[in-house]
């Protein structure tokens, strides 16, 4: 069916956008018709497969022999589970799918399922991803750890570390040998008394008490170690606080030579050990500091916002599975009966994305002229940041949704920048705005010049809103599915009688036992509101 011109103007601009966003992610789109055995494969599939349109294989289609034998388990299960009648709504697996040049990629796959009214799947859409450098970064990490043990168990050196009660959790291949141990395994929960007489071992264990309490380290002592059966032995030994990430002391580490082989060659070590001591707390005093300065803004605190006799309630989570999170929200108050709610998530974590999490809290303050509009705000938000990449010469980008509940006039506007669209519940029950394209941008920091549809729901009808980041709907259990919003929904809508705050934790617990855990693999915030009836 012909459009007129200004449609299929307007068709060809989301179609850009949809390509600079998709560009930027380096996803490519794919749309199987289950009965069929064609498949439609982008452009950057298909350069991702190494081949055009007549020679892309349907890897959906059995017996999967373009994907890789040690991952077609996995993904011959993963499809089955998508394609049953009572399956899910969507097909997340990654796999390693063979090339038109005889090689092998990594694909984060993705889809969602059509399916009839009898429940049977009829189509799966979705995207595709290259992940290959991904995966092999976690090999060559992998092997960069077992590469650090080889070289902690090949040194020449007594490396080793103990808790707080002075018994040892970690020991190298030297410091067993040293103790006449047959494996470092067999002095795991020894204590120095198991080994030498009492003369030394009080000693030490004196240091490490000391050490613990003043968080000072003790290098290039010279320690004249007595056993009881055996000849004296005299080490150079330097000790330090262990310190873990979350700045707190689990104990004691430790670095002992034998002076009469190696005293020089051990006291340069401890010297640079000391230094490195030290420059750890000091970074880690500076990381502590930028944590604390983002919990702080993470406050729960919200300004009252009211109308005649009925107030706005909120309620919020923040879980940063690091010290210094990608996620945060903000509560714009717009007037005595208006306010903005805003919720981002930015790229990556550590002190890049903190980074451009204040950068975006500054840019705030300089939108809150349109705060009342919010295409606008977005808008200038997005703007602000492109100029800050651009001179930076950075890729970086950000998700947001932002909300204006207007009590007054009786409205909710929003704008969304390619985040996951807020769920509202009220008398159209339980459902998810800004779903369609044409009612997303793309997110901050992407096409410098891009437009943010803006959206109304009477009040009238929504008594709860809920904005979340994708660190709730990436959970996934022990079969890699997602959450998901569908599950999200589910539970908003089970929950809808409780109080506020007692949703929210109902959520948090529901993804957790999901998952089955007792954390998070990504930055989580909740952000919701419940509008006065």
Same mark, same amino acid.
């Given at each position: 069916?012909?459009?007129?011109?200004?449609?299929?103007?307007?068709? #060809? &601009? *989301?179609?850009?956008?949809?390509?600079?966003? !998709?560009?930027? @992610?380096?996803?490519?789109?794919?749309?199987?018709?289950?009965?069929?055995?064609?498949?439609?494969?982008?452009?950057?599939?298909?350069?991702?497969?190494?081949?055009?349109?007549?020679?892309?294989?349907?890897?959906?289609?059995?017996? &999967?022999?373009?994907? &890789?034998?040690?991952?077609?388990?996995?993904?011959?299960?993963?499809?089955?589970?998508?394609?049953?009648?009572?399956?899910?709504?969507?097909?997340?697996?990654?796999?390693?799918?063979?090339?038109?040049?005889?090689?092998?990629?990594?694909?984060?796959?993705?889809? $969602? %399922?059509?399916?009839?009214?009898?429940?049977?799947?009829?189509?799966?859409?979705?995207?595709?991803?290259?992940?290959?450098?991904?995966?092999?970064?976690?090999?060559?990490?992998?092997?960069?750890?077992?590469?650090?043990?080889? !070289?902690?168990?090949?040194?020449?050196?007594?490396?080793?570390?103990?808790?707080?009660?002075?018994?040892?959790?970690? +020991?190298?291949?030297?410091?067993?040998?040293? @103790?006449?141990?047959?494996?470092?395994?067999?002095?795991?929960?020894?204590?120095?008394?198991?080994?030498?007489?009492?003369?030394?071992?009080?000693?030490?264990?004196?240091?490490?008490?000391?050490?613990? =309490?003043?968080?000072?380290?003790?290098?290039?002592?010279?320690?004249?170690?007595?056993?009881?059966?055996?000849?004296?032995?005299?080490?150079?030994?330097?000790?330090?606080?262990?310190?873990?990430?979350?700045?707190?002391?689990?104990?004691?580490?430790? +670095?002992?030579?034998?002076?009469?082989?190696?005293?020089?060659?051990?006291?340069?070590?401890? #010297?640079?050990?000391?230094?490195?001591?030290?420059?750890?707390?000091?970074? =880690?005093?500076?990381? /502590?500091?930028?944590?604390?300065? /983002?919990?702080?803004?993470?406050? $729960?605190?919200?300004?009252?916002?009211?109308?005649?006799? &009925?107030?706005?309630?909120?309620?919020?989570?923040?879980?940063?599975?690091?010290?210094?999170?990608?996620?945060?929200?903000?509560?714009?108050?717009?007037?005595?009966?208006?306010?903005?709610?805003?919720?981002?998530?930015?790229?990556?974590?550590?002190?890049?994305?903190?980074? %451009?999490?204040?950068?975006?809290?500054?840019?705030?303050?300089?939108?809150?002229?349109?705060?009342?509009?919010?295409?606008?705000?977005?808008?200038?938000?997005? /703007?602000?940041?492109?100029?800050?990449?651009?001179?930076?010469? $950075?890729?970086?980008?950000?998700?947001?949704?932002?909300?204006?509940?207007?009590?007054?006039?009786?409205?909710?506007?929003?704008?969304?920048?390619?985040?996951?669209?807020?769920?509202?519940?009220?008398?159209?029950?339980?459902?998810?705005?800004?779903?369609?394209?044409?009612?997303?941008?793309?997110? !901050?920091?992407? +096409?410098?010049?891009?437009?943010?549809?803006?959206?109304?729901?009477?009040?009238?009808?929504?008594?709860?809103?809920?904005?979340?980041?994708?660190?709730?709907?990436?959970?996934?259990? *022990?079969?890699?599915?997602?959450?998901?919003?569908?599950?999200?929904?589910? %539970?908003?809508?089970?929950?809808?009688?409780?109080?506020?705050?007692?949703?929210?934790?109902?959520?948090?617990?529901? %993804?957790?036992?999901?998952?089955?855990? #007792?954390?998070?693999?990504?930055?989580?915030?909740?952000?919701?509101?419940?509008?006065?009836?």
């Amino acid at each position: 069916m012909t459009q007129p011109a200004e449609g299929s103007d307007r068709a #060809d &601009h *989301d179609d850009g956008r949809l390509e600079l966003a !998709l560009r930027a @992610s380096n996803e490519g789109l794919w749309d199987w018709w289950t009965d069929q055995r064609e498949i439609y494969y982008s452009r950057r599939i298909l350069e991702f497969l190494e081949c055009g349109d007549r020679r892309a294989p349907n890897f959906f289609l059995a017996p &999967h022999e373009s994907v &890789h034998e040690e991952d077609r388990g996995n993904f011959t299960a993963a499809l089955a589970n998508a394609l049953d009648a009572g399956g899910p709504e969507f097909l997340a697996i990654d796999c390693r799918v063979h090339t038109g040049s005889d090689g092998w990629i990594w694909l984060r796959i993705r889809g $969602s %399922v059509v399916r009839d009214r009898a429940g049977k799947a009829t189509r799966i859409a979705g995207s595709m991803i290259d992940i290959s450098r991904r995966k092999a970064a976690e090999e060559q990490i992998e092997e960069e750890r077992h590469r650090l043990r080889m !070289l902690i168990d090949h040194v020449p050196l007594m490396v080793y570390f103990k808790d707080l009660d002075s018994r040892f959790v970690v +020991v190298n291949q030297k410091m067993a040998a040293w @103790s006449h141990q047959a494996s470092p395994a067999a002095m795991i929960g020894k204590h120095d008394r198991d080994l030498f007489a009492e003369a030394h071992w009080k000693e030490a264990f004196e240091d490490e008490k000391k050490i613990i =309490e003043t968080g000072e380290a003790i290098t290039g002592k010279l320690e004249h170690e007595i056993r009881d059966k055996e000849a004296d032995t005299w080490v150079l030994t330097s000790k330090f606080p262990w310190i873990d990430r979350a700045g707190k002391i689990r104990g004691t580490f430790g +670095v002992s030579s034998d002076v009469t082989e190696l005293v020089e060659a051990q006291q340069q070590a401890a #010297d640079l050990a000391g230094e490195l001591a030290l420059r750890n707390r000091a970074y =880690e005093e500076e990381v /502590q500091l930028a944590r604390e300065i /983002q919990q702080a803004l993470a406050s $729960s605190a919200f300004p009252k916002i009211t109308a005649g006799r &009925h107030a706005l309630q909120f309620g919020s989570r923040y879980l940063p599975i690091s010290g210094l999170a990608g996620d945060f929200f903000e509560v714009v108050r717009v007037g005595d009966s208006s306010v903005g709610l805003l919720i981002c998530d930015v790229m990556g974590h550590g002190v890049r994305a903190a980074l %451009v999490v204040a950068m975006l809290r500054g840019l705030l303050e300089k939108q809150r002229h349109d705060a009342r509009h919010p295409g606008a705000f977005l808008k200038g938000l997005n /703007q602000g940041l492109s100029a800050i990449l651009q001179r930076a010469d $950075s890729t970086v980008f950000a998700t947001a949704f932002y909300v204006l509940i207007d009590l007054e006039k009786k409205v909710l506007r929003y704008a969304c920048a390619g985040h996951p669209g807020a769920i509202v519940s009220g008398s159209d029950g339980v459902h998810q705005i800004a779903c369609d394209r044409d009612m997303r941008g793309p997110g !901050l920091g992407i +096409v410098a010049k891009a437009e943010f549809p803006e959206s109304e729901i009477p009040l009238a009808e929504i008594r709860r809103l809920l904005l979340f980041t994708d660190g709730i709907l990436e959970a996934e259990n *022990d079969s890699g599915e997602a959450f998901f919003e569908k599950r999200l929904m589910e %539970v908003v809508e089970k929950r809808d009688a409780e109080p506020l705050e007692e949703m929210l934790d109902g959520i948090i617990a529901t %993804v957790l036992d999901f998952a089955d855990g #007792d954390h998070f693999d990504d930055d989580v915030c909740l952000l919701a509101a419940e509008i006065p009836s």
